[in-house]
């Protein structure tokens, strides 16, 4: 019975997560597609909306291919944690993902240095936020990001952070307060007491559902 039990683990993540509100539209639809279309029409004329970030997803520069679902699923974790940030727009998933695909990016939605900018700025967000994922020992993963200025390309800062992989989630959340203070965002005790919950201490649960975020942009449901 043991093999049925993780699969429902995945499904009661992907439950957490759906009940915040940045998860109401992970799925990429039509809509998400016409509106990557109309900014690529429209980008001389686009402006960064106030207080808006985009995540991009990480790289894998681990060199185990094993650890590529984590490019979108660490991403996501960021993107639900940043999404309950008061006074900060998140933009959703689904379009940062119809956007690379209409840039031809490649089916994984990585985006490179030297596109993120343009990226930022089709996407109407006054920052960005994406990294890279690395092995500087075994069993363990480091954590690279970078927070951009999209207006200026100025970067404010470059969290860093490493442990053991089983403890991804607790990175996650010093790579999210690092943000937070770079982007000056104050929190009240009850805010960070709410952002220092774990979504989930699953690695499993994790790994499912970013593979399932992948079969999804490939139109796998």
């Known amino acids: 019975m043991r093999g049925y039990h993780i699969p429902w683990l995945g499904v009661f993540f ?15 639809t039509d809509d998400d597609r016409r509106w990557a ?39 996501c974790m960021l993107m639900t944690d940043l999404a ?21 990016l490649g089916a ?47 970067t ?3 969290p860093v952070t490493q442990g053991r992989l089983a403890q991804i989630f607790d990175l996650e959340k010093k790579i999210l307060f690092d943000l937070i203070e770079l982007l000056k965002i104050r929190l009240t005790p009850q805010q960070r007491e709410r952002l220092e919950q774990p979504l989930t201490r699953n690695y499993q649960a994790l790994l499912l559902l970013s593979s399932g975020l992948e079969a999804s942009d490939r139109g796998n449901y």
């Open 156 to 158: 404010l800062g470059q």
């Open 84 to 104: 309950a940030v008061e006074n900060l727009h998140l933009v959703e998933r689904a379009r940062l993902q119809a956007l690379v695909e209409e840039l031809d």
């Open 14 to 28: 992907l439950l957490l997560l759906v009940s915040r509100p940045v998860w109401a539209g992970q799925v990429v």
């Open 108 to 154: 994984t939605g990585l985006v490179e240095r030297q596109t993120a900018p343009r990226v930022g700025k089709l996407l109407g967000a006054s920052y960005l936020v994406g990294g890279d994922l690395s092995a500087p020992g075994a069993e363990t993963i480091g954590i690279d990001a970078n927070l951009l200025e999209v207006s200026d390309q100025r």
């Open 37 to 75: 279309k109309n900014a690529l029409a429209q980008e001389q004329a686009i402006q960064p909306a106030p207080n808006t970030l985009a995540v991009l997803y990480f790289h894998n520069r681990t060199g185990q291919p094993q650890l590529d679902p984590l490019q979108k699923g660490f991403a």
